[in-house]
């Protein structure tokens, strides 16, 4: 069976993700590269695993996490549907079962708040891990000054993390902000959307979907 492991060894993948990421830069978005995409494969398969699926199911989440942002090297604008149809081919050249693409690329496919929608276990694991993403390192705009209101919210962001309860109700995305960076309202400014796609992919796993800013339950 196709791994993880195995798909981050391969120079190929490694180039378009590569690729992809310089095309982003380029255009002035934060980081989109291997840092990402890992930490998106490691969360979608962790809170997976944490939630009692079996373990190809939280792999398939890892796999997805992986290659979920390979469309950005075509465009940026509908980049989960160029991304779902370059995984496919990737993925079927390697021989993999059609059930397991199928769930990848259905993933891939709907990991983006403009069209997504989270329609299976990996694809709900897939958009919490994506849209949980928000961190300072992300920011590549080295000039405060010049810094638009996408750079101060990551910028403002020194720690996130996705929490599950111990009775596995409750996933608490956590965020410690900086505020003289960005404000509280300028999070939700920019990340609503992405917050509301995260409380209905939680509510596709059974649980309730809470977000807090330095310490503070705000939604």
């Known amino acids: 069976m196709i791994t993880f492991d195995e798909l981050r060894r391969r120079e190929d993948i490694r180039t378009y993700i590569t690729r992809a990421d310089e095309s982003l830069e380029a255009l002035g978005f934060t980081e989109h590269s291997f840092a990402h995409v890992t930490r998106v494969a490691v969360e979608a398969g962790r809170l997976l695993s944490e939630l009692g699926f079996s373990e190809r199911t939280a792999e398939l989440a890892r796999i997805a996490g992986y290659l979920h942002d ?7 604008i509908e980049h989960s549907q160029s991304g779902a149809v370059m995984a496919f081919r990737i993925l079927d050249r390697l021989d993999m079962d059609a059930a397991e693409i199928a769930t990848v690329v259905t993933a891939i496919g709907n990991h983006d708040e403009g069209t997504g929608v989270p329609v299976n276990e990996v ?17 590549r705009n080295h000039d405060l000054t010049t810094f638009d209101i996408h750079d101060r919210v990551n910028y403002s962001v020194e720690k996130s993390s996705l929490e599950l309860s111990e009775d596995k109700t409750t996933l608490a995305l956590r965020l410690t902000v900086d505020t003289q960076y960005g404000s509280v309202m300028e999070y939700f400014e920019v990340f609503m959307e992405r917050m509301l796609l ?5 509510e596709k796993l059974g649980v309730k979907f809470t977000l807090f800013i330095n310490d503070q339950c705000v939604m």
């Open 70 to 76: 390979i469309g950005n090297l075509v465009n940026r």
């Open 123 to 139: 694809s709900a694991a897939l958009i919490l891990a994506d849209k949980s993403d928000v961190r300072r390192t992300r920011v």
């Open 198 to 202: 995260c409380r209905r992919a939680a």
